[in-house]
């Protein structure tokens, strides 16, 4: 996966989409769902119920708590970020 900022469900689902070359009405065929609740749930228009996440999982070809460790890493990067420039920001009032 690239180094996007995966704060959603939705975000995640796109870029396995992306990854795979399907268009949203290709995902919404192979997952049996219609193509609008595709574009709600990677716009972040609306949470997906499980049983469409398992819909979405199987199509996309991997498991669902896959959507979950993607969206818990960049959570653990802007965390691990914020550390970061708060370190870099008392360094810089400590040599003032």
Not at 50 to 73: C, D, G, H, P
């Amino acid at each position: 996966m690239t180094s996007k900022d995966y704060t959603s469900v939705g975000t995640v689902i796109a870029e396995l989409r992306e990854q795979l070359g399907w268009s949203q009405r290709e995902l919404a065929e192979q997952a049996g769902i219609g193509k609008e609740t595709v574009w709600k749930i990677e716009n972040n228009q609306t949470r997906p119920s499980t049983r469409t996440l398992e819909k979405l999982a199987k199509a996309l070809r991997i498991e669902v708590s896959e959507f979950y460790k993607y969206e818990a890493a960049s959570f653990a990067e802007r965390a691990d970020f914020g550390k970061d420039l708060a370190d870099f920001n008392s360094s810089l009032n400590a040599s003032d």
